[in-house]
């Protein structure tokens, strides 16, 4: 059960209990605005996808850490902050959620990893990037 | 963008009913089809600085204009499809659809596996062929030397790729050793629609083929 504070070490809530209420569409979307444009990205246009897509869950989701709120966003400071990474093709994301003190689930971010863990780095690169290097080499040609 | 603080708005998160709201349009693309716009609406808590969609009024804003796009795009990849000589009943035959299927997209009643799979068609239209072909991967891999060789000969120099020869040899530039395929090719003068004739040899599989090249929207 979680508890609504930063558990030492681990992480401070269920993810299958956050999972469970992203599939009901219970969670909150924190700046969903911001969001959409980066989801964009993943072919995910409304915060239904967005939310359905986390409770699939996502691919290589990897827990990253669990951090108290610092500040009384949601009236809930020191509540857990649950981080995690997630893949999509080449690239990591990173999510984070909480339960605010009123119980209410919330996504606080959902946008691509500024960080990439160590080991994540592609050694080549995506047929996607040699695909734009080619076709700007063409357009420079074409010029 | 309007701002104003509606009282009958509850914040999810607090319960607070302190809601500023302003509203603003939203730009959205979906591939082969227009971009469209959806009134959005913005929601600030000023008592626990929650933001964001707190009635999900936009998830049903986008799920109407996203259907009509939808339906849109669907037509005009058909029309654009059937423009290039691929017809309904010709796709269905490729795909081995049970006949009529592709009107009953056209008429609203399609998946999302339907739509993906007109999106990759659309966007590569000689998998039709290949796919009525049996998807051969000889055949397959053969067109998209063939695609790459007209997509080099459409955005090149022509003197440079492929253009003058009339058949294909090794391309040291590429690194692509397409003798190695067996595909003699020659182009026509319309590099932009078919003119991808080819030979499939030595096995005997020999046969004359024209497709469109790249996607059916594609400016010559």
Redesign the interface.
């Given at each position: 059960m979680s508890d609504g504070k930063a558990k030492g070490g681990g992480a401070g809530y269920d993810f299958e209990v956050s999972r469970e209420a992203c599939k009901q569409g219970d969670v909150f979307i924190f700046k969903i605005s911001e969001v959409k444009k980066d989801a964009k990205r993943l072919n995910l246009f409304s915060e239904k996808e967005i939310l359905q897509f986390v409770a699939q869950p996502p691919d290589r989701l990897t827990f990253k850490d669990s951090r108290p709120l610092e500040n009384d966003l949601f009236k809930s400071k020191g509540a857990a902050v649950d981080a995690y990474y997630f893949g999509c093709g080449q690239d990591t994301w990173y999510l984070a959620f909480l339960m605010a003190v009123s119980r209410k689930w919330v996504l606080k971010s959902f946008k691509p990893s500024d960080v990439l863990q160590a080991g994540d780095e592609p050694e080549v690169a995506s047929g996607y990037q040699l695909g734009e290097a080619f076709a700007k080499a063409l357009r420079g040609k074409n010029k | 963008m309007t701002k104003e603080l509606e009282q009958s708005v509850t914040c999810?998160?607090?319960?607070s009913t302190e809601v500023e709201t302003s509203r603003s349009e939203?730009a959205?693309s979906l591939p082969y089809t227009d971009a469209f716009k959806v009134q959005?609406v913005?929601h600030l808590c000023k008592?626990?600085?929650?933001?964001?969609?707190f009635g999900?009024e936009?998830?049903v804003a986008?799920?109407i204009a996203?259907k009509a796009a939808l339906a849109d795009s669907i037509n005009r990849i058909l029309d654009g499809l059937s423009r290039s000589g691929i017809s309904n009943a010709h796709l269905e035959r490729a795909l081995s659809l049970p006949p009529r299927t592709v009107a009953r997209w056209k008429s609203g009643t399609h998946s999302d596996a339907a739509i993906a799979l007109l999106r990759i068609v659309a966007t590569f239209p000689w998998i039709a062929e290949v796919a009525m072909r049996g998807f051969d991967r000889r055949l397959a891999d053969a067109t998209v030397v063939m695609q790459a060789g007209a997509?080099?000969t459409r955005?090149?120099?022509p003197t440079l790729v492929f253009h003058t020869a009339g058949s294909l040899g090794p391309s040291a530039t590429y690194g692509v050793n397409l003798t190695q395929l067996n595909v003699p090719i020659s182009f026509s003068p319309q590099p932009e629609f078919c003119g991808l004739k080819f030979t499939m040899l030595p096995e005997a599989k020999e046969g004359v083929m024209s497709m469109p090249v790249g996607g059916i929207y594609a400016a010559g």
């Open positions: - | 999810p998160v607090c319960d939203q959205h959005e913005h008592s626990c600085g929650a933001e964001g969609d999900k936009n998830d986008f799920d996203k997509l080099l955005y090149s120099d």
